[in-house]
Structures are given as C-alpha cells and as structure tokens.
C-alpha cells in the first residue's frame, strides 16, 4: 500500500481544520476547564459524482486503486465480498437471511448500503459511451480486462482515503498528544486515565455507505497509525478483520438510522420532493446563477435541460457535484465555467436543501432524532461520577440513543454482543454525510454558512466541566432551564459547559448569549449545559409526539 499524502494537494475542496498552535490551545482549552466528553461528526472524504450527467467531461476516475483494494478487504472481512464475474441473482426477498450472502434485507437484491459505491474491488476497462457523451461507468461489460484504479459512482477515491487519515492525524494530534484525553495505544489493556476495552471509552459509528465506512477506517488509521499491530504494513493499516477486532465499528439499517434527514416522516420529506427552480429563481442571485449556467457554451444546453425537471432536494446540486468532484480529483473546468460560478451554484444548491432546515418544526422532525442521541449520550457523560470519569471500565453502558446498531464483525454484521454495547465514551465518532453535518451545524446557530458542506467537515461538540479554579462565580448560572424531555430533571448540569465548532469555526449558539448562559471567562460561545439543553429542548421529540407530527404518507396510486 502507498503511503497517505501527509498534505492536501494544491487543488483541495477539503474542510479547514484549526492550526493546534500554542495560542489556540491556551485560549481553547485553558488549565480550568476539564475536558469530559467529544462527539466529533465528520462528512466522508473526497468521491466521484453520484452520477454523471453533464456531457463530455470526466471521461474516467482512475483515483481509487488503494480504495478498491481496501474495500475488498473489508467486504471479505465482513463476508459480503462478491467477484465481479460472479452472475448477480435475480432479486427475490424470501432469499434474505438466508446463506447467500448476495441478497440483503434493504432491496432483497444487491444494494445494501455496504455495496452501494463498489460492490465490488475494480471496475472493468473501456466503458461504453452514451449518446450524450457521458460515460457509464456503472454498465457490466464483457470484457476480460480489469482497471484496478478506475472508481465507480459516488465511490470514496484515493484522495478522500488520505483526506480522512490527515483528519484522523488532527485528532491524534488533538486529543492524544496535546490533552492527553485518550489513550494513545488503543491495544493496551489501560492508558492514560482509561481501563477496560477500547468500547469503555471509544464509541464509532458509520452509516452504511461504502464511502463512510471507509471514511471511518481511514480517519481511524490517522488518529491511530500502526494499529492494530497485526494489519500495519509500514504505510497503512489493512481494512481486515484484524482491525475490525479492535476499533468496534457500528452501522444502522436507514429505518434506525439517524444521521440522515428523517425522510419516513411525511410532514418533513414533503417539502423536498419535486422540486423546481421556479420557486427559488425569484431570488435575483439565484436568477443569476441560472441564467449564467444555462447561457454555457460547454454545458449550458445540458444543464437547462436538468434545471427543466423536477428533483428532489436541490435542481442545482447534481450540477455542483459533478464539478466540484472533477476540481477536488485535479480536474480541469471547462473554459467558461469558473470557480466563482461553481461556488454560486454550490451555494443555490445549498439554499435549496437546507431553506426548510431554518424552521424549528422541520428542525424537529427531520433531525431532532439526532439531536437526541448527541443530547443523551452528553447528558449521560454529565452523570458519571469522578470515579467512573477515571476508569472507564466502571461506567454504565450507553442508552436507548444505541438502539438498532449493528457491528461490523469479523465474518458478518450483526447486533453487538451484551460485552460489545458500548459504554459512555469519552470519544464518540460519527461518520455521516453532508445532509448529517450541515443540518446538525445550521440547528446549532451556524446561519451564516451559505455553501455546500466541502468534503471531511467536522462538526464537534465538546463537554467541559469547570473545576472552579477561578472565575466560577462572576456571573450567576442561569440552570433552572427547559430541557429535553429525554434528559433526567434531576441531572446536575451546574458547572458544565458545551462548545460547538464546525470545521475551524466556533458556533455561537443563539441561546447562549445571554448572560448566566455562558462561560463567564470563555464567552458566549461555550454554553452552559442547561442553555444549551434549553436550545435543542424544542427540536427533541417523543417517539409518540414524532409519529403524531410526521402524519402518514399518502398512497401512491398506480
């Protein structure tokens, strides 16, 4: 395996990360405040477009031979590998559960979320060419040659794998070598203030996306390079069952599902379907862009027609896509489409999406199940005593906000063992997507970021407690505050304080403000915990309550 580019190439569309410096980490974290608890959600690295649309660009991706080899050695690992010549089954759901591991529950025929992107380790050579001069990279040919480095569509490239591991080295160097916050051997039996197993402190979560599953991996081998000892060769950690013994990676099936927008619930989806750009065109800039895009010698016809029809989420986002993935591999634009012009339609495509996110109520039922597990996993770190803070080993397990996780074990997936249920961690990673991260950061006060999420963007909610060694009484707190109903009334959150940061950024979160809600010394950026339990107590929802609000989708008749 090639070793990981320890620097992003000059044409990156990655996330910024903070520069670790001394000044940054004595006004972030000075020597009163105890650190108790992150949860770190992270979009999945660099890929190639969904689909492709546009014509006579791209005409192959040959950014993922390190991928394709690592992906296959995860689907062995997990026993889900299929060879590519192998004829695929006709789809028959009364064939899931059963030997064949071809057949799953999600479709009853081969897309499962783990064989979404490459089902399988290469794709074949000489795809063929459509009518409107794209290239069907997803046709099953017959040819006999394979291309080990060619990607399928919307696959995690070579350059998102090294995009995570320089996120997992951010970490590292974070957490391990500068607080000293976890452990920075995962395979010792105890380190630091840690005992136990890796799950007594450790939690890491994926969708089922291929690309995030990786994503994971790779920002695993960043933070904890040479680990396991037993997959290391030198230059990267083998995506084996090895590794999969020692980092506990879990998933969900999407009905349980969270770090996607709740599109089961009627009152929320229903503002995304079918949407056209006449709605949103009567804003000039938005106008603006159409007309500049549409007016395109290169692709002006193509995009005209897309912008015609109707889609779902956003009519600009397949066009951003494309782009930005062909400039995030080194790709060159055409002549007349500019950055400029790509960042505007970036930014229609992000009005489109996130316009409904804006208002509580679709707060509420697209995310606030998310909001609730970041909630109550924080409420339960607030809860552990100095003992259990301590040693890891002696802290209960981690709630109902773990229901439906499945671990990604050697030899299949399948639900954890009653030893493998996670404990309140003082590390949580969560590897999502756009439509996770970006949601999550507007709810939490990040208005004024109006473009696309880049790829790797980081979205951290850090716990602290204030050891009282100056300043705890400037200001009264303010804690006899509303809060979720999912979180103990009798939880003391005195003394307890949450910072929210969005790739390099700090949110200012807008229950905050007020004095008594914030840090007195730190400012109004780092909540107290009872404001910041005040400010998501609206967007949390009962199961009951949810399923009242959501309504019931409408029969779709034939």
């Known amino acids: ?194 005992n136990g197993k890796l799950s007594d402190w450790l939690y890491i979560r994926s969708t089922d996306y291929s690309r995030v599953i990786q994503s994971t991996h790779a920002l695993l081998v960043g933070m904890y390079p040479g680990h396991p000892r037993s997959a290391w060769d030198g230059d990267w950690t083998a995506f084996n069952s090895d590794f999969l013994r020692l980092f506990p990676m879990h998933t969900r099936m999407h009905r349980h599902e969270t770090m996607h927008g709740n599109f089961a619930c009627y009152n929320f989806i229903k503002h995304f379907i079918d949407v056209t750009v006449d709605v949103d065109n009567r804003f000039k800039w938005i106008n603006d862009v159409y007309r500049q895009t549409i007016d395109l010698r290169s692709i002006g016809q193509r995009t005209k027609e897309m912008l015609s029809k109707p889609h779902f989420g956003s009519n600009y986002h397949p066009i951003y896509d494309e782009l930005v993935s062909l400039v995030a591999h080194g790709g060159k634009l055409p002549d007349d489409v500019s950055l400029d012009l790509m960042e505007s339609l970036g930014a229609a495509a992000y009005y489109q999406w996130t316009k409904r996110i804006h208002f509580q109520q679709d707060q509420r039922l697209g995310f606030g199940r998310l909001a609730d597990d970041i909630v109550q996993t924080m409420a339960q770190a607030a809860a552990l005593s100095d003992e259990q803070l301590a040693d890891s080993s002696r802290r209960p397990v981690l709630g109902p906000q773990t229901r439906g996780d499945q671990v990604l074990a050697p030899g299949g997936i399948r639900e954890p063992r009653k030893d493998e249920v996670p404990k309140v961690p003082s590390l949580a990673l969560y590897g999502g997507h756009d439509i996770t991260v970006g949601p999550m950061s507007i709810i939490m006060g990040g208005q004024n970021h109006h473009r696309w999420l880049p790829f790797a963007s980081t979205l951290t909610f850090e716990l602290f407690k204030d050891r009282g060694s100056r300043n705890s009484s400037v200001q009264e707190e303010i804690s006899d505050l509303p809060r979720p109903v999912t979180v103990p009334r009798d939880l003391k959150t005195k003394g307890y304080y949450v910072r929210v940061r969005l790739n390099d950024q700090v949110l200012q979160v807008p229950a905050c403000e007020v004095p008594g809600k914030h840090h007195p010394q730190m400012g109004s950026s780092m909540c107290t915990l009872a404001a910041f339990f005040e400010h998501l107590e609206p967007v949390i929802a009962t199961e009951e309550q949810l399923k009242k609000e959501c309504g019931t989708m409408p029969v779709v008749e034939n």
């Open 1 to 194: 395996m090639t070793a990981p580019a320890l620097e992003p190439p000059p044409f990156s569309q990655a996330a910024p990360l903070p520069k670790l410096t001394p000044e940054y980490m004595d006004k972030m974290y000075p020597e009163y405040l105890e650190l108790i608890q992150a949860q770190v959600f992270f979009r999945h690295g660099e890929r190639t477009p969904v689909k492709m649309r546009l014509r006579n660009q791209q005409q192959a991706w040959p950014f993922c031979q390190r991928a394709n080899f690592l992906h296959s050695e995860f689907m062995k690992a997990v026993n889900r590998f299929i060879p590519r010549e192998e004829t695929m089954p006709v789809p028959n759901p009364h064939m899931v559960g059963g030997k064949d591991a071809r057949y799953t529950e999600k479709t009853a025929t081969l897309k499962c979320g783990l064989e979404y992107e490459p089902a399988k380790w290469s794709v074949r050579l000489e795809p063929s060419h459509l009518d409107n001069g794209m290239v069907d990279l997803s046709e099953e040919k017959e040819e006999k040659a394979w291309d080990p480095k060619a990607c399928e569509m919307g696959q995690l490239s070579d350059i998102g794998l090294d995009t995570l591991y320089r996120t997992g080295a951010f970490l590292r160097s974070l957490y391990i070598d500068k607080l000293g916050f976890v452990p920075s051997d995962p395979e010792a039996a105890s380190a630091n203030r840690h």
